[in-house]
């Protein structure tokens, strides 16, 4: 009992000094809503910052280590239990500040490499990553290898003190902006498809990469195809063994899942105070009587989510494996998101459809309900989600 008194004593010193420390810290345009793509700062060598604020904003945060607040101090963290990182999350959400850093190396490679990684590659790759020094990108899926992942078929020839990749990539997010990638090869041909497979960090400005954007039907995306071509890497960017990479792949990939099935959890503005401002009120409440019963629908199981997401994830950070419970957050997560987006379209009505100009924001809610297709085939389509939940979370036969 004393112990848990002495801890809850503790955390309560911890919210305390948090708080004052992001009221004091957090700039004031730090606290308003992520409007446009730069408003969501990814760091990196190229990137170019939108205010002085933002930029201020991630290296204060980053001195303090609260980038990734969990990491150990050495990696550029700031060592916190999980109990600390809630208290620091729930105080950040109490002002509205926004994140500092959106990072595929925060949300995916990190956590690989704190697992697999060896220690001159944690001590290389994650204090940049923590500080917004690195931006990464994610070279999985090929034109033949996309649900299939381990159909890949990009190698990696072993040149005795380097590697020479050949081969492409596709959807592969922000390559055009992206500092580096981690990236499945294959090194060996052997019996199963899964093994042979390695992977390997290296350097997007290296001779023979090139990245070719991809448009989409919302008029933009951050999607690439990615050539490589004679990339020389050196054999000190192998993550883990050779050919074993496969089980890097598949607890990264669990990171992911948990990230896309995440999207818009922490939207500025409630989908009912949005629809009241596009439908307007009536008596106090939406007009629309049969919108306002969708909306209703979507919040409580958009709150059901929330919860079973955060179960999940305190299961996960004291030492369970989320395995394939990230394919069942992710699922439904991304159908969420895009249930959310159909009743904002029903909302807005044939000014939803409106594609340019100043009073649609360039058409930003229609770009950005077509952009929620694509939230339910990246990271593994919600048919190949559904699959891996049958078969190994309700155990169902295989047919």
């Known amino acids: 009992m004393n112990d848990a008194k002495s801890d809850n004593a503790e955390l309560d010193i911890f919210r305390h000094e948090a708080r004052l ?43 303090k280590g609260w980038t990734v607040p969990t990491w150990p101090t050495e990696y550029g ?17 109490r002002i509205n ?56 078929a990009t190698k990696a020839e072993d040149k005795g003190d380097h590697y020479l990749v050949n081969g492409q990539k596709v959807w592969t997010s922000y390559a055009d902006k992206a500092d580096w990638i981690f990236c499945l090869v294959r090194t060996d041909n052997t019996g199963r498809k899964h093994d042979g497979i390695s992977f390997l960090l290296f ?3 290296s001779d023979g990469v090139e990245a070719r954007p991809i448009k989409l039907i919302s008029g ?46 922490d939207v ?21 009587a049969l919108l306002r019963a969708k909306i209703a629908e979507l919040e409580v199981d958009d709150w059901a989510f929330n919860m079973t997401m955060a179960r999940k994830l305190a299961e996960a950070k004291a030492g369970s494996s ?21 009743l904002l379209m029903d909302a807005a009505g044939t000014d939803g459809l409106e594609w340019e100009g100043a009073r649609s924001e360039e058409g930003k809610l229609a770009r950005d309900w077509l952009r929620t297709k694509g939230n339910t085939i990246e990271g593994g389509t919600s048919e190949v989600q559904l699959n891996i939940i049958a078969k190994h979370i309700l155990q169902l036969p295989n047919t």
Not at 40 to 61: H, I, P, V, Y
Not at 322 to 342: F, I, P, T, V
């Open 21 to 63: 420390w992001l009221d004091e810290n957090c700039p004031p345009a730090m606290r308003q809503p992520i409007k446009t793509n730069e408003d969501a700062c990814w760091g990196g060598r190229n990137w170019t910052f939108k205010s002085q604020d933002q930029k201020l904003w991630l290296e204060r945060m980053a001195a």
């Open 77 to 93: 963290g700031a060592g916190l239990s999980r109990a600390q990182e809630n208290i620091l999350l729930s105080e950040m959400k």
């Open 97 to 152: 500040a926004r994140s500092p850093l959106y990072s595929f190396g925060i949300w995916m490679l990190g956590p690989a490499l704190l697992k697999f990684g060896n220690e001159a590659q944690k001590l290389k790759y994650l204090p940049p990553i923590a500080r917004g020094e690195i931006r990464w990108c994610q070279g999985y899926s090929e034109p033949a290898a996309g649900s299939d992942l381990a159909a890949l």
């Open 203 to 205: 350097d997007m400005e």
């Open 220 to 265: 933009s995306s951050p999607f690439c195809e990615t050539f490589f071509t004679n990339v020389k890497v050196d054999k000190e960017n192998l993550v883990g063994e050779r050919g074993k990479g496969w089980s890097i792949a598949k607890y990264l990939l669990t990171h992911e899942r948990e990230m896309i099935g995440g999207i818009n959890q």
């Open 268 to 288: 500025a503005r409630p989908l009912y105070e949005i629809a009241a401002s596009l439908v307007g009120l009536e008596n106090g409440r939406l007009s629309d």
């Open 322 to 342: 989320l395995g394939a419970d990230s394919s069942m957050l992710k699922y439904y997560g991304s159908e969420l998101n895009k249930r959310r987006y159909e």
